[in-house]
């Protein structure tokens, strides 16, 4: 114990022991409390890791966060280090572990973090779609209704998408994501991942939908998908182009400036505005 305590978030291995960190194992045997969103798999995961856990294991997941997070708080401000795990990737990212960090923080201790494996970016990485700019939805609704709601406002997206869906709605979610987003988006089906049994399905949604209706796929999945493609803008037709210039030529734009923006605005060549102009 010293006199601040001291939260630290440990990156737990997807599936594969082996991926746990150093500072992973180091923190699991130093801490005094560790909150577990399953305790039985944590017990397991110390033993494959030849780990001691002599702190005190709690319970931590989505049906006692509310209650337990003021218990940890107070254990915190006592000056004591708690670890909290979830059963795999970084706490608070679609698991246990925001409500925690919060009131952490609230009461002034310090929060820290043992990286390790995440699921999000293992997928995106072996999904073989543009990584460079993505977001991260996290599970879609669970009702048919409010997850195409949803769906139909991702459609136009135009960075890779990463969500996690649960195996027994990843048929319906699929089918879904090919009405909204079109049967040709590219998308991978990552399954298992680091396990035996690892899995990862590259296909168009639509064609994909129908592989998860047949195969009705298991374990922990997360799902990518492509961004929406760009769509130049329509041509206007030469009379609203010579508007549009004019318009900005009256904004106190030069010629050549108003040109040039307009060709940029619509996808043109400059000189193709240019000749309309002056026709």
């Known amino acids: 114990m010293s006199d601040t305590g001291r939260l630290v978030l440990l990156g737990a291995p997807l599936g594969n022991p082996a991926d746990a960190s150093a500072r992973f194992r180091e923190v699991l045997g130093a801490a005094d409390v560790v909150a577990a969103e399953d305790t039985r798999r944590l017990t397991r995961l110390a033993r ?21 997070t003021p218990e940890l708080v107070d254990v ?11 059963d795999g990737g970084m706490p608070s990212v ?5 409500r925690l960090v919060r009131a ?17 970016t293992t997928a995106l990485a072996l999904s073989g779609l543009p ?5 991260f939805e996290g599970f879609l609704p669970r009702t048919p209704a409010a997850r195409r709601s949803r769906l139909r406002a991702l ?20 089918a879904d994501l090919a009405a909204a987003f079109g049967a040709d988006r590219p998308a991978a089906l990552c399954r298992e991942l680091t396990k035996t049994y690892e899995e990862v399905v590259r ?52 010629r050549r400036d108003a040109i040039t923006e307009v060709a940029a605005e619509f996808g043109l060549r400059r000189r193709e505005v240019y000749t309309v102009v002056h026709a």
Not at 76 to 86: E, F, R
Not at 240 to 249: I, K, S
Request: hydrophobic content about 45%; overall charge negative; aromatic content about 6%.
């Open 203 to 254: 296909r168009p949604l639509g064609e994909l939908a129908r592989w998860a209706a047949e195969e009705e796929p298991r374990g922990e999945i997360t799902l990518v998908v492509g961004g929406a493609p760009e769509v130049a803008p329509e041509r206007p037709d030469d009379d609203a182009l010579r508007a549009a210039v004019a318009a900005r030529e009256a904004g106190g734009l030069t």
């Open 131 to 135: 990584s460079d700019r993505f977001c």
């Open 104 to 120: 952490a923080l609230d009461a002034g201790v310090p929060v820290t973090a043992a990286p390790g494996p995440s699921a999000v």
């Open 94 to 98: 679609s698991d246990p572990g925001y």
């Open 155 to 174: 459609a136009t997206e135009p960075r890779t998408l990463v969500l996690f869906e649960a195996p027994h709605r990843i048929a319906g979610a699929l």
């Open 76 to 86: 915190l401000a006592a000056g004591y280090l708690v670890a909290l795990v979830t």
């Open 48 to 68: 494959d890791l030849d780990v001691t856990v002599p702190g005190r294991i709690v319970s931590y997941f989505e049906g006692n966060e509310e209650r337990r």
